[in-house]
């Protein structure tokens, strides 16, 4: 599935704030792109805009999903639509068991196409079997959904509801600050498994350690709401070993 963002401005809708200034991408079928970038660049807003998110006002600019307007669509639109957010701080969700919320947005997802509910026996064919190939303890998917769950094993369950959903278009928006190596590893695992012609990744990441384990095809760097570069992976390095410094000046 392909995700076109074209000259996409973004205020905050309470506040006269612009956060995306135009920004302009295109992820094609089946490829994992990057975008780095500055603290406070935008990187974060974009993904909730693209999710649907309330709080934001697009101003200008478009987004869309193998050309159907995504950002007319509701949230579930989007999400039966094929677009899957992982976030950088999972929800816990005290009392409600990891097994039923994967139901839930599961069924939930196939509602929105028109399509039949799993019955509880193919959903637990489906959950564990997925579970065993990402190498999930089956006692996590009793357990509250991410409620006491370490930096780990919440990124094992992001993955394992990716897995579940199977989207083709996957967002991920990561701050590296507080995944550890290990963690950095289950994610890239996660997405190098799950990587097809058919999905593709947009990965947000502060670093270029996650990007060891991802080769991006592509990585974009993002500051003060705009792509100011795109390039190949050698881009992740010269940031990693250079900074921002460089490339800001480069724009001005
Ligand atoms: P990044 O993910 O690249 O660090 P963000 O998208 O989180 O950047 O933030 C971009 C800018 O927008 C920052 O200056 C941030 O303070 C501001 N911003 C984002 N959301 C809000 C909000 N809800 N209220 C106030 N400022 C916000
Ligand atoms: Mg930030
Ligand atoms: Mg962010």
């Not at 974060?44 to 309330?54: F, I, K, N, P, Q």
Request: aromatic residues 4%; negative net charge; glycine residues 10%.
């Amino acid at each position: 599935m392909s995700l076109n963002i074209n000259n996409l401005h973004v205020k905050l809708e309470d506040e006269d704030k612009q956060i995306l200034k135009g920004v302009t991408l295109e992820v094609p079928a089946g490829e994992v792109h990057a975008i780095m970038g500055p603290n406070g660049s935008g990187k974060s807003t974009l993904s909730y805009v693209l999710s649907g998110r309330d709080g934001y006002e697009v101003t200008e600019g478009s987004a869309t999903l193998d050309g159907a307007d995504l950002l007319a669509m509701e949230p579930e639109e989007r999400a039966a639509a094929g677009l899957f957010l992982a976030f950088q701080y999972p929800v816990e969700i005290p009392g409600v068991g990891n097994m039923t919320f994967l139901r839930t947005a599961l069924n939930a997802q196939r509602k929105a196409r028109g399509e039949e509910e799993l019955s509880s026996g193919d959903f637990l064919k489906l959950v564990r079997e997925k579970a065993k190939t990402l190498k999930i303890d089956a006692e996590m998917l009793k357990r509250p959904v991410n409620v006491g769950f370490s930096g780990g094993e919440k990124k094992r369950n992001e993955i394992l509801q990716m897995a579940m959903l199977e989207p083709r278009m996957c967002i991920l928006d990561e701050t590296d600050s507080g995944l550890d190596v290990d963690a950095m590893r289950l994610v890239a695992d996660g997405v190098n498994a799950l990587r097809s012609p058919e999905r593709s990744f947009l990965v947000i990441t502060h670093y270029q350690r996650l990007l060891d384990h991802i080769r991006p095809d592509v990585v974009h760097i993002m500051s003060n709401g705009r792509i100011i570069k795109t390039g190949g992976p050698e881009l992740a390095i010269e940031v990693e070993q250079n900074g921002y410094g460089d490339l800001l000046a480069e724009v001005g």
